[in-house]
């Protein structure tokens, strides 16, 4: 038997090699594009997952950010009543924390003596320590309870308040609430000492009862 064996020429052969060589790169490339891509639904879903992550961690910063400002609203208030007990002992005065529950604001006050007028003057009190604060949001009075000076029993106040630090160190007995309807803090102003306390709560868990020093 005769076989006849046909060869190809050089440059045919090459030219095969080559094409045979690029269909396999092209080949590799739409491979890789099918892997490396997401389909319509796939990007979608994401997106939603995204959105309602995004919901949810923007209600978890508002709520936080509304107990943040009652919370630095009552420690605001708690050391302004702190200041006022200081500064009264300290000057030999009496200092007041005036209440503005139709405008939501509180500031430190004390008198002082006007010789035009002849007669004393309200001078409010702005200095590194102390200033007056405004609630902002939805932060605000949500009750005031103080009793006047001697007088142990309680006493709903009018729209315009003020608790009276005496120079011995004693001071009007109050409690005040401040909140924005969720979040409740209240804080307490003993007579006997005048030392204000902060308690997270309402009023209602809150008593304004003399302290009994000699019981100490």
Known sequence: MISLILKMPPQLLAKQERGQRWNLKTNFIVRQKRRGGFTLTEMLLVVMIIS????????VYVGTHRRMLVDKTARDFLLTAQYARIMAVERRECYTMQLDLANNKFWLATWQWDAQAQGTKQIIVRDPYCKPVELTGDVKFEDVV??????????????????????????????????????HYAISISAATGK?????????????????LDAQ
């Open 146 to 183: 103080v009793a006047p000076l001697g007088v142990e029993t309680r006493q709903e106040t009018d729209e315009e308040n003020g608790i009276v630090f005496l120079p011995d160190g004693t001071a009007q007995s109050a409690v005040v609430q401040i909140g924005d309807g969720k979040t």
């Open 52 to 59: 309602l992550i995004g919901g949810a961690a923007g209600g």
């Open 196 to 212: 204000a306390t902060m308690y997270f709560g309402t009023v209602k868990e809150v008593e304004t009862t003399s302290v009994d």
